[in-house]
């Protein structure tokens, strides 16, 4: 049975939150579920206290702006808009944040969700971006819908396009966020992203996308001042920006048959809700099809393929839907309801995968691929996006709409047929020729080296330029990407028997910071005690040592070679080292260790400066004081040794 308080914050929550708790949902391990709690609570507790001080300064007119915090609710505000953060914020969100001080009993994650459940009232309110010709509606982590407004113009004298508010959509009322938070979008791009105040110096705030992984971050000028209103705009205006104009809106119940909990997708072919069935309160997903006046589009041909390819094969792991007609609803999709996200999901939460996990995952998906070839279908769109998880782990695959039964010697020009996606096709269907199980088996080979390495590769030579794929891996992934189809494995079930029998021995790798950890400057270059010491207990039990500093590429490898021309550091460090490369200006001010392109659990970070360090991985962080702070006699490095034998279990 769904869960609706599970429902609300992934997807009705604002968007920061829902953010956050969805990288809770796709953490690998226990100690990541953790980190990445304290994480989602920090930034709860931020936006909240956004809010709130919103509603300090509107009242007020003016008024010093400060990084939103937990203070901000010390600061007396008779104006309360939404009235429910009179109540403050919950004790235990402020205890899973680090904030207060005390033990949260039980699961991190199941803890963090009873202490969101305490401001279930956020997923009333809407965030919306005032822009010239109507609203922008912000819905959940990844809809973004425009509802037009002829009058918009009238209502932006006094709102400026571009600025962000927080909306009753009830009674109209609202709140502006600028500038403790902050919009900007790519005319080019479908989605923007929203920045909440972090720092400021004079009239610049320092911006950070909150709930976002590895945190991008921009700076503005503070120039504005919260202020509320009313929105005056017609009834069914406010219906929108509550729940887009589509088939089905949120908390709708469907001719006794479904209750609708709301839009989780838009996508190109159709757009997908979750809702319950009435009758044993299963849930499902429903797919729609239909254009605005009913009639079916160009994409109905996609769903009546992926209803009867889908149902031919017999594997649970197939999700297929199965038509439903609804009395003036018209004609839509249902399907299995995969609450645990797809593997897209799963790499954009965690960079790349551990070869044990992406191994487990390919061996999955080949196993239902066989099941698609025995019974004369080849999938034909094998991607990250269309493989999802069950609650057990299990492997999900979605999307026949363009699948193709196989017709032995059947190699014509498919004339018309959308071929898949781009990256993820085998060379032949590039160049029009008929899907088959050697194109699937392509497309598998690719996922798994995406799944190590975040590259899509496209032939065996492109392999060889991948350093992040284990080198046990490269023989099946040469046969999986041959350029011709007959090089391939025969079958998915010979692939997967393959892949069974390799084994690989986890890999630790380690990313250095220069200036302040290991010398105290890039110009004077004077060693910390025991740098020699550290750098060769690095490079005997790290196979990849990387170095992760805002000092360039050049200069890094200058201090380098001088620290290694004077002995102190071994030589043979200038040829083991790689440089990540990271401009604060543009990447943020994180040092994100997916950028690494390792595991995170295999990976780590000695640094010295807390300011860099992305607060769902600080448990991956060594500490060092700064070089130039310690008076008394240094052991910052001996003492780094200690806790990274302490962290990788090392004797």
Not at 508 to 518: F, H, M, P, Q, V
Request: hydrophobic share 40%; net charge neutral.
């Amino acid at each position: 049975m769904i869960d609706d308080l599970d429902f609300l914050i992934r997807y009705r929550f604002v968007r920061p939150i829902s953010r956050s708790y969805e990288s809770v949902c796709f953490a690998l391990s226990p100690d990541e579920a953790k980190q990445r709690s304290r994480w989602s609570a920090n930034v709860s507790v931020r936006f909240m206290a956004t809010l709130y001080q919103a509603c300090v300064l509107s009242a007020q007119g003016k008024g010093p702006v400060n990084p939103p915090s937990h203070h901000d609710f010390k600061r007396p505000c008779t104006h309360m808009f939404p009235h429910e953060l009179q109540s403050k914020i919950p004790t235990m969100l402020l205890m899973l944040a680090g904030i207060y001080e005390g033990a949260v009993a039980g699961e991190a994650k199941h803890a963090l969700v009873e202490s969101l459940g305490a401001v279930e009232y956020l997923a009333q309110y809407r965030l919306i971006v005032c822009e010239d010709k109507g609203f922008r509606v912000l819905l959940g982590p990844r809809i973004e819908y425009v509802v037009p407004y002829t009058h918009a113009r009238e209502f932006t004298g006094f709102v400026l396009p571009g600025t962000i508010l927080f909306v009753d959509t009830r009674s109209g009322r609202y709140l502006t966020l600028d500038p403790l938070a902050i919009w900007h979008r790519n005319p080019r791009s479908p989605f923007g992203h929203m920045y909440i105040l972090r720092r400021v110096e004079g009239t610049t705030g320092h911006y950070i996308e909150d709930g976002i992984a590895g945190c991008p971050s921009m700076t503005s000028e503070i120039t504005a001042t919260p202020h509320s209103g009313i929105l005056k705009v017609p009834p069914d205006v406010l219906r929108s920006l509550y729940s887009p104009s589509l088939r089905f809106h949120d908390g709708e119940r469907i001719d006794g048959l479904y209750r609708i909990n709301g839009i989780i997708w838009r996508g190109g072919a159709s757009d997908i809700y979750v809702a319950s069935r009435l009758k044993d309160k299963i849930p499902v997903v429903l797919k729609t099809f239909e254009s605005d006046d009913g009639r079916f589009d160009a994409n109905y041909w996609h769903f009546v393929n992926e209803e009867r390819l889908s149902m031919s094969v017999k594997h649970e792991g197939i999700v297929k839907p199965a038509k439903r007609v609804i009395a003036g609803y018209g004609t839509i999709y249902e399907q299995q309801y995969i609450a645990n996200g797809s593997l897209q999901d799963l790499l954009n939460a965690n960079g790349v995968l551990s070869p044990a996990i992406a191994q487990d995952i390919a061996i999955k998906l080949l196993d239902i691929l066989h099941a698609c070839h025995i019974s004369l279908v080849v999938h034909n769109d094998i991607k990250p996006d269309n493989i999802l998880f069950g609650d057990d782990g299990s492997l999900r695959l979605i999307d026949f709409g363009i699948a193709q039964q196989i017709k032995p010697h059947q190699e014509k020009l498919r004339y018309g047929s959308p071929p898949g996606s781009r990256r993820y096709m085998a060379p032949e269907i590039m160049q029009g020729g008929f899907p088959s199980i050697q194109s699937d088996i392509f497309s598998a080979g690719v996922v798994l080296a995406q799944m190590l390495s975040s590259t899509l590769p496209g032939s065996p030579e492109e392999l060889q330029h991948i350093r992040g794929i284990p080198y046990e891996f490269s023989g099946f992934l040469r046969r999986c990407l041959a350029g011709g189809a007959h090089e391939r494995f025969d079958s998915a079930r010979e692939a997967a028997a393959y892949l069974r029998n390799i084994w690989v021995r986890p890999a630790r790798c380690i990313a250095l910071d220069i200036e302040g950890t290991l010398v105290d400057n890039s110009y004077e270059v004077h060693p910390r005690p025991g740098l020699g010491k550290f750098i060769t207990f690095c490079m005997e039990n790290f196979k990849r040592v990387f170095v992760y500093t805002t000092v360039g590429e050049a200069e890094s490898r200058r201090v380098f070679e001088l620290l290694a021309g004077h002995g102190e550091i071994p030589e043979s460090f200038l040829d083991r080292y790689e440089y990540v490369m990271w401009d604060p200006e543009t990447g943020g001010p994180f040092k994100d260790l997916r950028r690494c392109l390792v595991p995170l659990e295999s990976n780590c970070i000695v640094d010295d400066s807390p300011l860099v360090i992305p607060e769902d991985q600080t448990h991956r962080w060594v500490r060092v004081r700064e070089f130039n702070e310690v008076r008394t006699p240094d052991r910052g490095l001996f003492l780094a040794m200690e806790e990274i034998r302490k962290m990788f279990a090392m004797p």
